[in-house]
């Protein structure tokens, strides 16, 4: 039990915290938000939130209303996104001449929309009676705000707050059973749940020293209890070589050298497949390997025929597009599956187009340049697609920042039995962008219960078993083939997969109702209470 005196150190930082205002209470909720990012890979701390989400509490319980914690939410989300989607900047400095201006309005620009989200997470939660009921509000609203967050405006679901886990198998497990967003809603009231040691209640306090650490052992036994009955089987006769040729991205994007970095794919596969010793089954190529349309290059096609495995295929990044002179004119990111003889026998486009980067909204919205060198934008596909490819069991077609979407990697009615996520991270260059994004398909795969392969064009390519664990990896700017097997798949799909959110939206919706009820009682109690000293 905690003892009288440090009860009272604990409500003394509290009561500090509540009664700062103005610029020194948003100074402190923005370096709050840039702490809490530590948990957020490649750091991977969690103990941050546990750290940063109490002492936000506290401000919003010192706030003098809604308006106000609002302000304070939206100060800690600003400094949460910046550190967390910092990368973003790097993409701009590829061709600094054209772009670099746009630095300020892509980071803080960003981050200020994205912190709308904590803004009204943290404003609702002050409308609730301090304690109990203002943590499961928050926890309640934060989830809501991120669930909207993968929505609005074709979405950007990038680090919700349960990816702090995707470097603890153990804790990721959950995900298997409600998602990224349950296991988002647990982390926000577990890690905000000590904010109650600096109240007047000693059941709060009891609450927080037994039940919250009984939680979290709970979360982890439960984990390590399903992968210590993972098996690590595998699919028989196929062998993969996932290509990592780690183009910079100022090459990558040079017309000129698009031969060049084709070339480049083609001898890193032809000496794997000269290799002796196992043979490679199906040989990958990241997204956006092939630059020029195959469907008008016939030198490609037969230039690229002796990257393609005997008896095996190619699958490969390539762009894709109309003849020139067509009317309109478009262009699709895709994904090509080529045969022995250099022939298309399947084709995934492209869906989730990413703002600003493969697509202008609105036409062109205040002139905004694109990043990518496609003059018109791209072309969106028409969604999930489940391709079947001899030789392999089917799999489900995810081009870079499709891999970032929670209930939304797979074609209805068609399950796949593995996920292959094409990307090209090299925008980003060796920051936290590329673990960010590995850390949304190791999420994917426990959510789903499927495995991911991952060729990326810089990093980090790898192979994900369905239970979230890294089979073989190839690091962050490293040149190289990576060979592996590829993990078989559960013959039950999890419950995340089969029933998407809706348990995690009818937990927000059960517990807002509670909420509301409360606040309700709550505001007729005081009402009540006005009128009787008034009739005095």
């Known amino acids: 039990m905690r003892s009288p005196d440090r009860t009272a150190r604990f409500a003394a930082v509290a009561g500090g915290l509540g009664r700062q205002r103005g ?12 702490s809490a990012a530590a948990a957020l890979p490649p750091l991977s701390q969690p103990l941050a939130v546990f ?3 109490p002492l936000l509490v506290w401000q919003i319980d010192g706030s003098p209303g809604w308006r106000a914690a609002a302000g304070l939410g939206w100060w800690f989300g600003l400094g949460h996104f910046l550190a967390g989607t910092f990368w973003i900047s790097n993409a701009l400095l590829v061709e600094p001449e054209r772009f670099a201006w746009l ?8 981050s200020s929309l994205l912190a709308v989200y904590p803004a009204a997470a943290c404003g609702f939660a002050r409308l609730l009676r301090p304690g109990l009921a203002r943590i499961a509000g928050l926890a309640c609203a934060w989830t809501a705000m991120e669930m909207l967050r993968g ?39 577990l890690a905000a749940a000590p904010a109650l040691l600096a109240g007047p209640s000693h059941r709060a306090r009891w609450s927080v020293l037994a039940v919250m650490p009984l939680v979290l052992a709970a979360a982890w036994i439960g984990g390590a209890l399903r992968l210590s009955g993972a098996g690590e089987e595998i699919v028989p006769g196929v062998r993969l070589a996932l290509v990592q040729p780690a183009i910079v991205q100022r090459d990558k994007v040079e017309g000129r050298l698009r031969l060049r970095n084709f070339i480049r794919h083609l001898d890193m596969s032809r000496a794997r497949l000269a290799r002796p010793g196992v043979a490679a089954t199906h040989v990958v190529w990241p997204e956006t390997a092939i630059q020029i349309p195959v469907a008008h290059a016939p030198a490609i096609v037969e230039r690229l025929i002796p990257a393609v495995p005997a008896g095996g295929y190619l699958i490969a990044g390539a762009v894709r597009a109309t003849p020139p002179d067509a009317r309109p004119f478009r262009v699709w990111n ?12 399947a084709v995934y486009d492209k869906a989730h187009l990413v703002p600003f980067g493969e697509y202008v909204p609105l036409g062109g919205l205040a002139g905004l340049a694109r990043i990518v060198g496609v003059g018109p934008g791209f072309t969106p596909g028409p969604g999930p697609r489940t391709l079947a490819v001899p030789g392999l069991p089917p799999f489900g077609s995810l081009i ?29 260059g060796e920051s936290s962008g590329p673990y960010q994004h590995f850390a949304a398909a190791r999420l994917r795969a426990v959510e789903e219960g499927l495995p991911v392969v991952r060729a990326a064009n810089s990093g980090i390519s790898g192979v994900i078993d369905a239970h979230g664990r890294v089979r073989a990896r190839l690091g962050l700017g490293r040149r190289g083939v990576l060979d592996a097997e590829l993990p078989a798949a559960p013959v039950r799909p999890t419950l995340f997969a089969r029933v998407g959110n809706a348990p995690v939206a009818l937990l927000l919706l059960a517990t807002g109702a509670l909420l509301g009820i409360r606040f309700r009682t709550r ?5 009540g209470a006005g009128q009787s000293l008034s009739k005095r």
Do not use: H, K
């Not at 895709?334 to 026998?345: H, I, N, T, W």
């Not at 399950?415 to 090299?426: F, I, K, M, Q």
């Open 23 to 34: 610029g020194s209470a948003w100074a402190i909720s923005f370096v709050l938000g840039l």
């Open 51 to 53: 750290v940063a989400f």
């Open 103 to 110: 630095i300020p309005l892509a980071t803080l620009g960003l």
């Open 151 to 189: 929505a609005i405006l074709t979405g950007f679901p990038w680090n919700p707050i349960g990816s702090i886990w995707s470097d603890f198998p153990a804790m990721l497990q959950s995900a298997a059973l409600f998602g990224v967003f349950g296991l988002g809603f647990c982390t926000v009231a």
């Open 334 to 345: 895709s994904l090509q599956v080529f045969d022995p003889g250099g022939r298309v026998a």
């Open 400 to 428: 870079c920042y499709e891999a970032i979407f929670p209930g939304a990697v797979v074609e209805p009615g068609r399950r796949p039995a593995w996920l292959l996520n094409l990307t090209n991270d090299g925008w980003f």
């Open 523 to 527: 505001r007729r109690g005081v009402d």
